[in-house]
């Protein structure tokens, strides 16, 4: 099972989570400041970082910020308010999804799963290696690399590429791209969508606002080219 650090202020919800957790086969190590979490992450090595929005001192989005600076592991941000515009900021910080509390065990489960799934699923019948313009991305080696340099794409973002890149021109919807990116089978959140996609276009487009390889059709959703 996984290794998840667990990084949250109210002890109440922080022990519940870890005994859940923990009954469920993961080794948890819990903190409950973002400074101690991120003098933790060096000594425990997680598999993924489940994170408070809302901490005492550092807040999530910063302890978030601090990891992505320099590290793709796989982020889950927990908010006490689903319509909050934090979730909005700590997504585009570099969070993988968030959680709504209070939430059951096996919700949270479900989305670190979801999270740590291999990403083998993306390439069935395509060739290892493509290359799209600058772009070259490789399915098994789950790496992409612009114009010969390596990127660092989080686990969203890489998903995201692999998902669009393997059919391109073909238009996805927020809802399909929840589904099939996010493993989100019920009417979720489109903000981890555009979230995701800001983030990725941040990193493989030249121009931002004129995208050439995720393309944005209104009322529709996005698309990989046409190059």
């Not at 929005?53 to 689903?82: D, F, Y």
């Not at 934090?86 to 979801?114: F, H, M, N, Q, W």
Request: aromatic share 4%; net charge neutral; charged share 30%.
């Amino acid at each position: 099972m996984s290794r998840v650090l667990l990084i949250e202020d109210d002890p109440s919800v922080r022990e519940g989570v870890e005994l859940g957790l923990r009954r469920r086969g993961h080794e948890v190590r819990a903190a409950a400041t973002g400074e101690a979490g991120l003098a933790a992450m060096a000594e425990f090595r997680p598999d993924l970082l489940l994170l408070d929005l809302m901490l005492p001192g550092m807040n999530g989005v910063q302890v978030c910020r601090r990891v992505r600076e320099r590290s793709q592991l796989p982020i889950i941000m927990l908010t006490a308010r689903g319509d909050d515009f934090d979730v909005v900021i700590g997504l585009e910080a570099g969070a993988d999804d968030y959680i709504v509390k209070p939430a059951r065990t096996e919700v949270i489960e479900a989305r670190i799963r979801a999270v740590l799934r291999r990403l083998d699923d993306g390439g069935q019948g395509r060739p290892d290696i493509e290359v799209h313009g600058e772009l070259t991305v490789d399915r098994v080696g789950l790496t992409v690399a612009k114009a010969g340099r390596p990127l660092a794409l989080a686990p969203s973002e890489l998903k995201l590429l692999l998902h669009l890149s393997a059919a391109p021109e073909q238009v996805f919807s927020r809802q399909q791209l929840l589904e099939h990116v996010w493993d989100h089978s019920y009417h979720a959140d489109a903000r981890l969508v555009d979230a995701c996609v800001a983030r990725l276009r941040g990193k493989i487009e030249d121009q931002v606002g004129s995208p050439r390889y995720v393309q944005t059709l209104r009322g529709f959703g996005y698309r990989f080219g046409p190059l």
